[in-house]
T-cell receptor, first 112, second 110 residues
Framework: NAGVTQTPKFRVLKTGQSMTLLCAQD?????MYWYRQDPGMGLRLIHY???????AKGEVPDGYNVSRLKKQNFLLGLESAAPSQTSVYFC???????????FGPGTRLLVL | TQLLEQSPQFLSIQEGENLTVYCNSS?????LQWYRQEPGEGPVLLVT?????EVKKLKRLTFQFGDARKDSSLHITAAQPGDTGLYLC??????????FGTGTRLTIIP
């Protein structure tokens, strides 16, 4: 049982490049989340999904897009990377709003 | 936007000492969670508190939820080096989302 996995683990981008971060969970969870973590800022919610085919904006959605075409996968896209998007990105999932939220190991992104 | 403030931001103490960290909000939580995060890993849930005044114990860790459900504290007794990490509180305000605090970075010196 892998839980929540994220790929890639680390990536360096140049300003203006695009990329997609993949989150996968094997727990049949309905809810999935993308956060970014910056020093002194805690975890901030980017986008989230309450089920296959649904997405919603979180606290800091600008510059990111997401898709949830399959229940087990939640993709985070950066269309035109900016240095301000340098961060550690965490994906999380849970069965419903009252259940434990499980986090992936994170993706460290550096935008030059 | 609901805000969660954690204090202190940094704490460094000797092994064997006791400590308390705090999580405060101006809004009422429907529930509150505490997580611990170690370097290079994602946060891991320690406890969820739901009822005002609730106290939960996890070995040497004691978690308390304020009566008004706007604040919480985490008390560690006889701290050990294995307690070192980033402690995050996260509040649920009755919807699908969690709002995280800024964290307390705890270092236990052997």
């Amino acid at each position: 049982n892998a839980g929540v996995t994220q790929t890639p683990k680390f990536r360096v981008l140049k300003t203006g490049q695009s990329m997609t971060l993949l989150c996968a969970q094997d727990m049949n969870h309905e809810y999935m989340y993308w956060y970014r973590q910056d020093p002194g800022m805690g975890l901030r919610l980017i986008h989230y999904s309450v089920g296959e085919g649904t997405t919603a904006k979180g606290e800091v959605p600008d510059g990111y897009n997401v898709s949830r075409l399959k229940k087990q996968n939640f993709l985070l896209g950066l269309e035109s990377a900016a240095p301000s998007q340098t961060s550690v990105y965490f994906c999380a999932s849970r069965a419903d709003r009252r259940e434990t939220q499980y986090f992936g190991p994170g993706t460290r992104l550096l935008v030059l | 936007t609901q805000l969660l403030e954690q204090s202190p931001q940094f704490l460094s103490i000797q092994e064997g000492e006791n400590l308390t960290v705090y999580c405060n909000s101006s809004s009422v939580f429907s529930s509150l969670q505490w997580y611990r995060q170690e370097p290079g890993e994602g946060p891991v849930l320690l406890v969820t508190v739901v009822t005002g005044g609730e106290v939960k114990k996890l070995k040497r860790l004691t978690f308390q939820f304020g009566d008004a459900r706007k604040d919480s504290s985490l008390h560690i007794t006889a701290a050990q080096p294995g307690d070192t990490g980033l402690y995050l509180c996260a509040g649920n305000f009755g919807n699908e989302k969690l709002t995280f605090g800024t964290g307390t970075r705890l270092t236990i010196i052997p």
